[in-house]
Antibody
Framework: EVQLLESGGGLVQPGGSLRLSCAASGFTFSTYAMTWVRQAPGKGLEWVSN????????DYADSVKGRFTISRDNSKNTLYLQMNSLRAEDTAVYYC?????????WGKGTLVTVSS | SYELTQPPSVSVSPGQTASITCSGDKLGDKYVCWYQQKPGQSPVLVIYHDSKRPSGIPERFSGSNSGNTATLTISGTQAMDEADYYC????????FGGGTKVTVL
């Protein structure tokens, strides 16, 4: 069974940093592209970032470009999202998902709250 | 940047057909996915490549895409189908529609 478990969320002040992790199991993680999607409270889904197979192949939404970095450690079956210079508008539940023919498998998400 | 437009809400009676539209410039030239999200839960992929259903998704869910509009159709809608539905396509990046709340009255 495919499982994705996000962690690392929490309360952070504006301008601060957080690193989210997504632990994968039940599939060959190294062969899958991965995606981060976020959802602000009461709002819709927003794509954040893609990582194909290698950490050299990445894409970012304009809203996070230059502040967020996606990466993976295939030896640990883990996807990461390093978030710097956080803003109030980054407050959201962050989901990781497998990326292929659509976003087929999703984690339960981790809540990031940016507030002073 | 590319935009996808969905109606905010759709109401349907049990057993009837619900149609949810998603509009975007030349959307028919792109592949569209649809996701279902129930309150407090993660999204679930219900349609990919315009009209394909992942394993485990009931046959009452179908999709089409042509011109500037993609449509998710739920035939014989059940109470359990009440949820938010999001379309998604690829332009230079992955783009989501704003979501449609389906209410089964």
């Amino acid at each position: 069974e495919v499982q994705l478990l996000e962690s690392g969320g929490g309360l952070v002040q504006p301008g601060g940093s957080l690193r989210l992790s997504c632990a994968a199991s039940g599939f060959t993680f190294s062969t899958y592209a991965m995606t981060w999607v976020r959802q602000a409270p009461g709002k819709g889904l927003e794509w954040v970032s893609n990582l194909i197979i290698s950490s050299n192949n990445t894409d970012y939404a304009d809203s996070v470009k230059g502040r967020f970095t996606i990466s993976r450690d295939n030896s640990k079956n883990t996807l990461y999202l390093q978030m710097n210079s956080l803003r109030a508008e980054d407050t959201a539940v962050y989901y990781c998902a497998t990326s292929g023919d659509g976003l087929k498998n999703w984690g339960k998400g981790t809540l990031v709250t940016v507030s002073s | 940047s590319y935009e996808l437009t969905q109606p905010p809400s759709v109401s349907v009676s049990p057993g009837q057909t619900a149609s949810i539209t998603c509009s975007g410039d030349k959307l028919g030239d792109k592949y569209v996915c649809w996701y279902q999200q129930k309150p407090g839960q993660s999204p679930v992929l219900v349609i990919y490549h315009d009209s394909k259903r992942p394993s485990g998704i009931p046959e009452r869910f179908s999709g089409s895409n042509s011109g500037n509009t993609a449509t998710l159709t739920i035939s014989g809608t059940q109470a359990m189908d009440e949820a938010d539905y999001y379309c998604q396509a690829w332009d230079s990046a992955r783009v989501f529609g704003g979501g449609t709340k389906v209410t089964v009255l």
